[in-house]
């Protein structure tokens, strides 16, 4: 299954081991998800990662990108973007081009503006909650 996670998804997957969200970490693991990700979407993870409130040292940063960039494919976004109906926070666009230019079948997050946008995409947009029983059924 093909995907686009957002920021804080993969964040909690890769920073709480025993959190709520450590089976995706291991479905990706178990090539159960594809991961996709784009430049903009990498740098973004990268930025978050820098936040003082991580307290990650460099190594650390490393050692998590390196437990998920391996396992995702990049996908290349053209420039113009593709016109979609546009999120309404406009940071949270590129996420939405990632799932459509990376032919994804889910876009999977917990963010409210992306979740507000669940009209126009019913069977892209799911919870983390949604991908597992998708998953499991």
């Known amino acids: 299954m093909r995907v686009v996670l957002d920021t804080n998804i993969i964040l909690s997957a890769l920073l709480f081991d025993a959190g709520r969200l450590a089976w995706v970490r291991h479905a990706w693991q178990r090539q159960q998800l594809q991961p996709l990700v784009c430049k903009a979407t990498a740098n ?44 309404r926070d ?30 126009r995409y019913p069977e892209l947009i799911l919870t983390a909650e949604e991908l597992r029983e998708q998953l499991e059924a």
């Open 90 to 119: 406009k940071h949270d666009q590129v996420f939405l081009v990632l799932a459509h230019v990376g032919t994804a079948d889910a876009l999977v997050t917990g963010d409210a503006d992306l979740l507000a946008m669940r009209g």
């Open 44 to 87: 973004e993870l990268l930025r978050v990662f820098a936040y003082p409130k991580f307290k990650l040292t460099e190594a650390e940063q490393q050692d998590l990108l390196a437990d998920f960039l391996p396992y995702a494919e990049v996908v290349e976004l053209p420039d113009p973007w593709p016109e979609l109906p546009v999120c």
